[in-house]
């Protein structure tokens, strides 16, 4: 969808650099994640946050830290980039119903050489 | 914790309908069953939801049973385009959506 944004699409960074991912979206939704996918697999949650003020660690929080800026900004940052980390990285945004449907942004592909 | 469970990979031709079955044994009483569809390096896209019985619209069809365990998406006329892996979603104890391996349907001409 392109009411969800990511930047950058693609990053090569080294080892123990700290990376910065972010997302905007301009639906209005008052929810936002941030999943990571590794090849030949599903998603896997991260953080999530369900306004401003609500931060949630979702599956695999830890080596990650998030930072919601504002209702459409919702960033995700990695303090000390390692090789595993390499992945493709997708926000998402929802409407707070029982359905939750969720619009995903394009990606970030990261590699941590 | 609800899980999903669907075949890891599926083969169809041109023209033919496609269903998938995906076993959810353990959903919540006020869940909801979601399909997405993923093409590479692209983000998942909503193809549809329901609650039970069926639900149709413009590109799929969802079947649920009365005791909601498992959900058929069916896709009916399928084209080279619906090359694609497709998840079957239910919604975890956190609120957020789990994600398990989906199936990869892949079309052949």
């Known amino acids: 969808d392109a009411d969800v944004t990511q930047t950058p699409r693609n990053r090569i960074t080294k080892t123990g650099k700290r990376i910065m991912l972010e997302c905007s979206q301009t639906?209005?939704?008052?929810?936002m994640y941030w999943y990571r996918q590794d090849p030949g697999l599903g998603l896997q949650l991260i953080y999530y946050s369900f306004d401003v003020k609500d931060i949630n660690k979702g599956e695999i929080s830890d080596g990650y830290s998030v930072s919601r800026q504002a209702q459409a900004k919702f960033s995700l940052s990695l303090e000390s980039a390692i090789p595993n980390q390499t992945a493709l990285y997708f926000c998402?945004?929802?409407?707070?119903?029982?359905?939750?449907?969720?619009?995903f942004g394009p990606g970030t592909r990261l590699t941590v050489l | 914790l609800a899980k999903t469970t669907q075949p890891i990979s599926m083969d169809s031709y041109e023209g033919q309908e496609v269903n998938i079955t995906c076993s959810h044994n353990?959903?919540?009483?006020?869940?909801?069953i979601t399909w997405y569809q993923q093409f590479p390096s692209q983000g998942p896209r909503f193809i549809i939801q329901g609650y039970k019985t069926k639900v149709t619209n413009e590109v799929a069809s969802l079947f649920i049973p009365a005791d909601r365990k498992s959900s058929t998406l069916s896709l009916p006329r399928v084209s080279l385009s619906d090359t694609a892996v497709y998840y079957c979603?239910?919604?975890?104890?956190?609120?957020?959506?789990?994600f398990g391996k989906g199936t990869k349907l892949s079309v052949k001409p």
């Open positions: 998402a945004t929802s409407e707070p119903t029982t359905s939750g449907r969720q619009f």
């Open positions: 353990n959903i919540a009483t006020n869940d909801y």
């Open positions: 979603l239910v919604r975890g104890s956190q609120g957020n959506l789990i």
């Open positions: 639906k209005g939704h008052d929810r």
